[in-house]
């Protein structure tokens, strides 16, 4: 009788040994965490390249705007360039709170690469954002174009941490260097 208790005991334990009712919830909770990190680090890197690649298109359409004369003959100012400029970057909200744009003349290339002026972002100083140039200049005038966009990174707390800046923000700096056209020689009007 002995015999029969420990045979079923031991089948018992067997039986326990290959039940597998517990183990696919014990197998999600250890991989949950480590798969939640790279979806997130794997979106936020993805959004963190698509803001880079937005910036990079908002300066070079902007650039395009002053380098052909658009914005000197359209009579545009400061105010209204931003205006210009902000459409190109609503997605990331209102851009009164997230973006400068500057642009600025230079004499000559060297004086332009003698300029280590940091690039001012809507976190700086107001007087420094306040200060910001707006000089789109005139056939044949070196300029420089420097747009900074503030936006708040996806997660900043679950897998990568992109955020620069306190409070899971990023600057992201678009910069364009090129010399205007000569667009004042297009509108001279032929006598016939």
Not at 27 to 32: A, D, I, K, P, Y
Not at 45 to 68: C, H, I, K, L, P
Request: a positive charge; proline letters at 3%.
């Amino acid at each position: 009788m002995l015999f029969h208790y420990a045979k079923r005991a031991i089948r018992g334990a067997a039986a326990a040994l290959k039940d597998k009712a517990g183990a696919t919830a014990v197998e999600f909770s250890l991989v949950v965490m480590p798969f939640l990190m790279i979806m997130m680090s794997t979106f936020e890197v993805g959004w963190f390249y698509f803001a880079n690649s937005q910036v990079d298109s908002a300066v070079t359409e902007a650039s395009r705007f002053v380098r052909t004369g658009q914005a000197q003959q359209g009579g545009f100012d400061k105010e209204k360039f931003f205006d210009k400029v902000c459409p190109y970057l609503s997605a990331f909200g209102d851009c009164k709170n997230r973006l400068t744009v500057e642009v600025d003349t230079f004499a000559s290339f060297a004086a332009l690469a003698a300029d280590t002026s940091p690039v001012i972002c809507t976190n700086d100083e107001t007087s420094k954002i306040d200060a910001l140039a707006y000089n789109p200049g005139s056939d044949n005038s070196i300029v420089r174009i420097r747009l900074c966009l503030l936006y708040n990174t996806i997660n900043p707390t679950i897998g990568v941490n992109v955020s620069n800046v306190a409070g899971g923000k990023r600057r992201i700096y678009g910069s364009y260097v090129f010399r205007n056209e000569p667009y004042s020689k297009n509108n001279r009007t032929t006598s016939s």
